[in-house]
C-alpha cells in the first residue's frame, strides 16, 4: 500500500467537529495512467544503462515507474525514489568499470597475498587488535578474528588451485571471496566503504543489494590492498582525482558519511533519550528493519529541529511502525519538507494528523506536507480531507506535486487552505 494512503487512512485527529463545509464533490476519480515521454526529459528516460517503460499507473498520490536496466527490472514508487535509482545505476556502472581496471586487480591481488596491518594485525593477534580498537568497534575483533585466519588459509588454497583459464582479475575475485562478510567488518572498513558512498553520491544504506555488493566488493579490494580508493575514470588512468565527486544523497543529513553504523546508533540513541523516548520506543525503532539506517538517522535529526513542546514522540512513534520501506520512505521525506519549511518560518509546535506529522504554526494553523506526484480525489482522499477536525483550528496543506481540480475542490470544501508548491 503507498504510504501516503497508509498515513492518511487512519484519519485525522479522534476530535469532534462543530464545524460544516460546502459540498464536496460526490463522485470519485479513477488515478490516471502517465506517459514517461510527456512527463520526463530524454536523458532520463534512456541511457546506455537503462529505459523507463512508457506507461506510468498511479494510485491517487505516486506514479509507478518500471526501469528495465542493464541489471534488471526495478520498480520506482514516486518521482523521488525514480531520481534515486537512475543515480544508482549510474554508481553500479563505475564500480563495474573500476572493477575491471589492473589497479583493482592489483588492489585484491595485495589484500590476499599481503594484507595490510590492519588485516592482518586482527588475524595474528586479535586480542591485541582489540586493545587498540576504538571503543565503538572493538567488539568487532573479538568475533572476526578466527574467521580471517580461516578464511586466508581457504583464500590461499583457492590461489593455489585457481583456474588457469581464467584471466588474473577475474581469478583472484574468486579467491577473494573466501575473506567473507565477517571479514569486512573490521576497524576502518566501514569508514572506507561509507568514502566509496560519498564519492559515488550514493545512500550507503541504501536497499539495492547489487549496489552494496560491488561497494563492498571495490572497497576491499582497495582497503585491504593498501591502496586510496579510486573509482570509474580515475582508476583507469591511475589519476589522483575521484571520476566523481562527493555528493549529498538528497533527503540525508551530510554526516551519514562520516561515522560508522556503530557510531551512528549510539548517536541515534542518544539523541532519542533527549527527545524524551521511553527504552521501549528506543527499541523499537531499531528493530523495525522497514527504516533504513539512513532514515532512522534523518528523521531522528529533523525531530531535534522542532520545539519540546510539542509531539515529537508521537512522530517518533510513526517511525518505529513503519510496515513497509515505502512508508519508511515516505516518512523521511515528510520529516525532510517539514524540516525545511519549520527552517524558513519556525513552528510553534509538532504535532500528528492521523499517521502524519504536522506542523503548528504561531498563527495556530495545522500545516500538513505532502511530497506527492499526482493527488486524484479518491474515497481514501476524501475520508482524510473530510475527517473531523480540532474547533477553532485552521488546517493547511502544502501539496509538493500535483493535484486534480476536482481533488483541490475537495480539499477546499472539506476546510482545507491548498497551497500547490
Excluded at 74 to 87: D, F, H, S, T, V
Amino acid at each position: 500500500m503507498n504510504p501516503f494512503i497508509s498515513c492518511i487512512s487512519g484519519g485525522l485527529l479522534a476530535l469532534s467537529s462543530t464545524l460544516t463545509y460546502a459540498q464536496a464533490p460526490t463522485s470519485f476519480e479513477k488515478p490516471p495512467t502517465f506517459e514517461a515521454s510527456k512527463l520526463l526529459p530524454p536523458a532520463l528516460i534512456k541511457s546506455d544503462l537503462h529505459r523507463i517503460r512508457e506507461f506510468c499507473p498511479s494510485d491517487g498520490f505516486m506514479i509507478h515507474f518500471t526501469i528495465d536496466s542493464n541489471y534488471g527490472e526495478i520498480q520506482c514508487n514516486g518521482m523521488n525514489e525514480l531520481a534515486e535509482r537512475l543515480n544508482e545505476l549510474k554508481a553500479i556502472k563505475t564500480l563495474v568499470e573500476t572493477s575491471r581496471t589492473d589497479l583493482f586487480a592489483d588492489g585484491l591481488k595485495r589484500s590476499i597475498e599481503a594484507p595490510i596491518d590492519a588485516v592482518k594485525n586482527i588475524a595474528e593477534d586479535p586480542e591485541g587488535a582489540l586493545r587498540k580498537a576504538p571503543a565503538t568497534v572493538g567488539h568487532f575483533f573479538k568475533k572476526v578474528g578466527s574467521s580471517i585466519s580461516n578464511a586466508s588459509d581457504k583464500v590461499e588454497d583457492k590461489w593455489a588451485n585457481r583456474d588457469k583459464n581464467k584471466d588474473s582479475a577475474e581469478a583472484i575475485e574468486d579467491a577473494g571471496k573466501g575473506l567473507g562478510k565477517s571479514a569486512k567488518s573490521i576497524a576502518g572498513f566501514d569508514k572506507a566503504k561509507l568514502d566509496c558512498a560519498r564519492k559515488l553520491g550514493v545512500d550507503p544504506y541504501s536497499d539495492n543489494a547489487l549496489l552494496q555488493s560491488e561497494m563492498e566488493k571495490i572497497t576491499w579490494a582497495f582497503f585491504a590492498g593498501g591502496l586510496p580508493l579510486r573509482l570509474g575514470v580515475s582508476a583507469v588512468s591511475g589519476g589522483a582525482s575521484a571520476a566523481m565527486t562527493a555528493t549529498k544523497t538528497v533527503g540525508l543529513p551530510e554526516d551519514i558519511y562520516d561515522v560508522t553504523p556503530s557510531e551512528l546508533l549510539l548517536r541515534d540513541r542518544e539523541s532519542m533519550l533527549t527527545l524524551g523516548a521511553s527504552e521501549t520506543l528506543i527499541e523499537a525503532v531499531f528493530r523495525n528493519q522497514d527504516l533504513s539506517i539512513a532514515q532512522r538517522h534523518s528523521i531522528i535529526e529533523a525531530l531535534k529541529e522542532f520545539p519540546k513542546n510539542g509531539d515529537r514522540l508521537n512522530a517518533l512513534g510513526i517511525a518505529a511502525n513503519c510496515l513497509s520501506k515505502e512508508q519508511a520512505r515516505y516518512l523521511n521525506q515528510v520529516m525532510m519538507k517539514l524540516k525545511a519549511q519549520n527552517k524558513k518560518t519556525p513552528y510553534a509546535a509538532l504535532t500528528t494528523v492521523g499517521r502524519m506529522p504536522a506542523g503548528v504554526t504561531k498563527e495556530g494553523i495545522v500545516e500538513i506536507v505532502a511530497p506527492v506526484d499526482y493527488i486524484s480525489w479518491t474515497p481514501r482522499i476524501a475520508d482524510f480531507a473530510q475527517a473531523p477536525k480540532m474547533p477553532q483550528m485552521k488546517y493547511r496543506a502544502l501539496i509538493y506535486g500535483q493535484m486534480s481540480s476536482k481533488a483541490k475542490s475537495g480539499f477546499e470544501a472539506a476546510g482545507w487552505q491548498v497551497v500547490q508548491r
